[in-house]
């Protein structure tokens, strides 16, 4: 099973579904598998519930929890145990998630204001319906990289990047993960955008100025 | 950094200004954002709102500009081609903010910040056209009247 890490691009994902406030997958995701350049498919957990019993330790956990209803022998499911063979699922390594809030309701949940939590893996898990993980003897059986804590810190990574990010949120419980991805809120773009902006318009005017210094405005 | 010229006397306040086109639409910009950010507050989306907190600072700080005759004091820009270029970019930037706001709304307050978000672009617009059709690039500055002014 390899070592999970944050990923920044995948939490941008998970926000930007988020924000459509619905109870349901996002479509892109399978519409278009290549939603994230670096990954060949993305994986998605959802939780969604009033904003008062929202935690994003307490969601993740009522995934796991459906280790309950899955039976690794026989690779059955009694009820639904997808977000549990995601979570521990072996080649996902990447994770993102964020959290918004629904003054408005959630689309296909409730009416009333909801908290919509998306966790993003990649690369995806639950694919034909294969175990999530294998089971041979010792752990990292099949690893080629380092193990640590019983998981595969693989040097198998997209885009030369390291798999080993610093940011440290271990495989199946990245509840390190801050609830709302606040490592980049997106007023910060705006803050940084517009006054940018102001700076060029007075570069502008200036070097229009000094390439006509004849400039006359009529009042 | 002012007030290089002549005796330092009381801010004088130019009023017709606000009466002019361009006072009116300046005033009428900052109404349309102010009923953009009442809208997106209510809709809580804190990067609309900081768009348009940003925006009623920057407009207003021109329209103070014009009102006390600050153009005329603080000379090292060329503040009509400030304006227009300024004028420009946010008309872009808030064509951007605009269709994102609608395209992704879940609540009607996300809905009309960015129709306000459109007049805006609009009002804008009209605003940086009227000042750049005054602008003359040729004229040797100073001669108030000209032939060739259209």
């Given at each position: 099973m390899l070592y999970?890490?944050?990923?920044?691009?995948?939490?941008?994902?998970?926000?930007?579904?988020?924000?459509?406030?619905m109870?349901?997958?996002?479509?892109?995701?399978k519409?278009?598998p290549?939603?994230?350049?670096?990954?060949?498919?993305?994986?998605?957990n959802?939780?969604?519930?009033s904003?008062?019993?929202?935690?994003?330790?307490?969601?993740i956990?009522k995934?796991?929890?459906?280790?309950?209803?899955?039976?690794y022998?026989?690779?059955?499911?009694?009820?639904?145990?997808?977000?549990y063979?995601q979570v521990?699922?072996?080649?996902s390594y990447?994770?993102?998630c964020?959290a918004?809030?629904?003054?408005?309701?959630?689309?296909?949940?409730?009416?009333?204001?909801g908290?919509v939590?998306v966790c993003?893996y990649?690369t995806?898990?639950?694919?034909d319906?294969?175990?999530?993980?294998?089971?041979?003897g010792?752990?990292?059986s099949g690893?080629s990289?380092s193990?640590?804590?019983?998981?595969?810190r693989d040097?198998?990574?997209?885009?030369?990047?390291?798999a080993?990010?610093?940011a440290?949120a271990?495989?199946?419980?990245?509840?390190?993960?801050?609830a709302?991805?606040?490592?980049?809120?997106?007023y910060?773009?705006?803050?940084i955008?517009?006054?940018m902006g102001?700076?060029l318009?007075f570069?502008?005017?200036?070097a229009?100025?000094?390439?006509y210094?004849?400039?006359?405005?009529?009042? | 950094?002012s007030?290089d010229?002549g005796?330092?006397?009381?801010?004088d306040v130019?009023a017709a200004?606000?009466?002019?086109?361009?006072g009116?639409?300046?005033?009428?910009?900052?109404?349309?954002?102010?009923?953009?950010?009442?809208c997106?507050?209510?809709?809580?989306?804190?990067?609309y709102?900081?768009?348009?907190?940003?925006e009623l600072l920057?407009?207003?700080?021109?329209l103070s500009?014009?009102?006390?005759k600050l153009?005329?004091?603080?000379?090292?820009?060329?503040?009509?081609?400030?304006d227009?270029c300024?004028?420009?970019?946010a008309?872009?930037y808030?064509?951007?903010?605009?269709?994102?706001?609608?395209?992704t709304?879940?609540?009607?307050?996300?809905?009309?910040?960015?129709i306000?978000s459109?007049?805006l672009?609009?009002?804008?617009s009209?605003?940086?056209?009227?000042?750049?059709?005054n602008?003359?690039f040729?004229?040797?500055?100073?001669?108030s009247q000209?032939?060739?002014n259209q």
């Open positions: 999970m890490t944050w990923d920044e691009g995948l939490s941008l994902i998970a926000k930007a579904w988020a924000e459509h406030c109870f349901q997958h996002n479509p892109k995701l519409d278009d290549s939603v994230h350049p670096a990954f060949s498919s993305v994986g998605e959802i939780w969604t519930g904003p008062s019993l929202f935690d994003a330790t307490r969601a956990k995934w796991v929890d459906e280790k309950e209803d899955y039976d022998q026989g690779n059955k499911c009694n009820s639904v145990c997808g977000h063979t521990v699922w072996g080649s990447k994770v993102g964020a918004h809030l629904c003054p408005g309701g959630v689309a296909g949940f409730t009416s009333k204001e908290v939590f993003n990649a995806a898990g639950n694919m319906s294969a175990r999530p993980y294998e089971s041979g010792a752990a990292c690893c990289g193990c640590v804590d019983r998981l595969c040097n198998r990574s997209p885009a030369g990047a390291p080993v990010a610093p440290v271990p495989a199946g419980a990245p509840t390190g993960a801050p709302s991805a606040s490592h980049y809120p997106d910060l773009n705006i803050l955008v517009r006054p102001l700076l318009t570069i502008t005017a200036f229009l100025h000094y390439r210094p004849d400039v006359f405005c009529y009042e | 950094m007030a010229q005796p330092v006397t009381s801010m130019d200004f606000l009466k002019s086109k361009r009116i639409l300046k005033a009428a910009e900052m109404v349309t954002l102010f009923a953009a950010f009442v997106f507050t209510v809709a809580s989306r804190p990067k709102i900081t768009a348009t907190v940003l920057i407009t207003s700080l021109l500009l014009y009102l006390f153009n005329k004091r603080l000379t090292f820009f060329f503040w009509p081609l400030v227009v300024n004028s420009v970019f008309v872009v808030f064509l951007v903010l605009s269709l994102l706001a609608m395209t709304h879940t609540v009607t307050g996300t809905l009309v910040g960015g306000f459109l007049v672009a609009a009002l804008l009209a605003d940086g056209y009227i000042l750049f059709r602008i003359t040729n004229q040797p500055g100073g001669q000209s032939p060739d």
